[in-house]
């Protein structure tokens, strides 16, 4: 799930108006619109630590959008595999911090990392 539709479910849930999370993250309605409806991103991550305030969440969360890889990682090799995607994930998240990728380029080298992980994997199995 991409960061857009992870605050808009939350705020559903929480049965907060745009407006209302937007005051309480000190940000204009305009700024968060734009991370709900147009794919983008807080450029300071300090706003994600207000929203995951707001919404009662951890602010990893927010800041992860692998579920699919580490859901992945957990169903080919277990709680170890898990682990190792879940850390992984965590460092990438802090390369990408800086906000000098653009959104496809953070994809990509997601799904770099990806596919060289579970490279790795099978060969590690197929060794044993």
């Given at each position: 799930?991409?960061?857009?539709?992870?605050?808009a479910a939350l705020r559903s849930e929480k049965h907060l108006t745009q407006s209302e999370v937007a005051?309480?993250?000190?940000?204009?309605?305009?700024?968060?619109?734009?991370?709900?409806?147009?794919?983008?991103?807080?450029?300071?991550?300090?706003?994600?630590?207000?929203?995951?305030?707001?919404?009662?969440?951890?602010?990893?969360?927010?800041?992860?959008?692998?579920?699919?890889?580490?859901?992945?990682?957990?169903?080919?090799?277990g709680e170890k595999g898990q682990n190792e995607a879940e850390k992984l994930a965590r460092d990438l998240?802090?390369?990408?911090?800086?906000?000098?990728?653009?959104?496809?380029?953070?994809?990509?080298?997601?799904?770099?990392?990806?596919?060289?992980?579970?490279?790795?994997?099978?060969?590690?199995?197929?060794?044993?």
């Amino acid at each position: 799930m991409k960061f857009g539709e992870k605050i808009a479910a939350l705020r559903s849930e929480k049965h907060l108006t745009q407006s209302e999370v937007a005051a309480a993250a000190g940000i204009s309605r305009r700024n968060y619109i734009s991370y709900e409806t147009e794919g983008r991103y807080p450029r300071n991550r300090e706003i994600y630590h207000k929203l995951a305030a707001i919404f009662e969440c951890d602010v990893n969360y927010l800041l992860t959008e692998d579920e699919e890889f580490v859901a992945r990682a957990a169903q080919e090799y277990g709680e170890k595999g898990q682990n190792e995607a879940e850390k992984l994930a965590r460092d990438l998240v802090s390369l990408f911090e800086g906000g000098k990728l653009t959104q496809e380029e953070m994809d990509s080298v997601m799904h770099a990392l990806t596919d060289a992980y579970f490279s790795c994997k099978e060969q590690q199995k197929k060794e044993q």
